[in-house]
T-cell receptor, first 114, second 112 residues
Framework: EAGVAQSPRYKIIEKRQSVAFWCNPI?????LYWYQQILGQGPKLLIQ????????DSQLPKDRFSAERLKGVDSTLKIQPAKLEDSAVYLC????????????FGQGTRLTVV | AQSVTQPDIHITVSEGASLELRCNYS??????LFWYVQSPGQGLQLLLK??????LVQGIKGFEAEFKRSQSSFNLRKPSVHWSDAAEYFC??????????FGDGTTLTVKP
């Protein structure tokens, strides 16, 4: 079974530029999550999708971050404009139905904003 | 609000020695509890989870954890550590495995 795929693996951009990350969850998984992991900290949930609808985006900085999950499969997370403090690893995870089940994480995208 | 505290930022143990990583949580109801491992450049891998039932939970790679409601703890243990166990370990609490609050992690170093 293929795991959660994320791309790119690494990205370096200048502040005020925009960037987008892509995630392909495990086939059939209805729930998809985006996490931000700053160096030295645990992952922090940014947004949760159930199929193509947003369930929870309470911790997403909506002035600069946006996310979508077209057709309930792939998802993209965008930052525009990026700030230095956005430097982090962005992890995507998916689970079958989100309630009491295991979530499977991708390898993440490491973003460096200079 | 739920929270997780991992008191030990960094632990060093000798190969073959026993290991215990501490995790304390705050949660308003009966929690779902998880331990994940993260190797450098890798995503998070679930080691074990507690939803209900037996408070001693067995996981992969020889790890186990014990849920103690009275102490709000969910400590991870392994009787004999291998060099390949060196990694960062995260405890998490939440309504499900994906929508969880994570601790800040404990880095494990294994001495030969």
């Amino acid at each position: 079974e293929a795991g959660v795929a994320q791309s790119p693996r690494y990205k370096i951009i200048e502040k005020r530029q925009s960037v987008a990350f892509w995630c392909n969850p495990i086939s059939g998984h209805a729930t998809l999550y985006w996490y931000q992991q700053i160096l030295g900290q645990g992952p922090k949930l940014l947004i949760q999708f159930q199929n193509n609808g947003v369930v929870d985006d309470s911790q997403l900085p909506k002035d600069r971050f946006s996310a979508e999950r077209l057709k309930g499969v792939d998802s993209t997370l965008k930052i525009q404009p990026a700030k230095l403090e956005d430097s982090a690893v962005y992890l995507c995870a998916s689970s079958p139905n989100g309630q009491g089940t295991e979530a499977f994480f991708g390898q993440g995208t490491r973003l460096t904003v200079v | 609000a739920q929270s997780v505290t991992q008191p030990d930022i960094h632990i060093t143990v000798s190969e073959g020695a026993s290991l215990e990583l501490r995790c304390n949580y705050s949660y308003g109801a009966t929690p779902y509890l998880f331990w994940y491992v993260q190797s450098p450049g890798q995503g998070l891998q679930l080691l074990l989870k507690y939803f209900s039932g037996d408070t001693l939970v067995q996981g992969i790679k020889g790890f186990e954890a014990e849920f103690k409601r009275s102490q709000s703890s969910f400590n991870l243990r392994k009787p004999s550590v291998h060099w390949s166990d060196a990694a960062e370990y995260f405890c998490a609490v939440g309504v499900n495995a994906g929508k969880s609050t994570f601790g800040d992690g404990t880095t494990l170093t294994v001495k030969p």
